[in-house]
């Protein structure tokens, strides 16, 4: 489960499950999530989960700004279209959103066996 956990000088104010397929994110009705913000555009930005075609349990997950007027941010950049790991802070306006990925390999370690010869 994909999951923007919204933070405000460091604590979690609201958790948003992000559904498979397009999450759009903007000022006006009808979007995924709607924000009530002056510099927010009526229709910001899209996020994308798609099935990872490796692991099909996994997804890769992308943010992209839909000509928005004040620009879509990821980890303090401006984009136009990025992929998004856990960990990642998307800022649109004033909203900050932390990117959690239940399904995410960060931060975690990959053991293997090796038979002896």
Known sequence: MVV???ISNGVVISKIEVAEDDFTIGRNNGNSL???DGVVSGVHAVV???P???VAEWFDI???DLDSTNGTYV????IKEQEIRHGDVIRIGTYEFKVFDDKST???ETLFY???L
Not at 75 to 78: F, G, L, P, S, V
């Open 34 to 36: 709607q924000l009530a």
């Open 48 to 50: 994308s989960l798609k």
């Open 75 to 78: 980890n303090d950049i401006a």
């Open 4 to 6: 923007l956990k919204q």
């Open 62 to 64: 992308s943010i992209r």
């Open 52 to 54: 990872n075609k490796y």
């Open 106 to 108: 960060s931060n975690t």
């Open 114 to 116: 090796v038979p002896d």
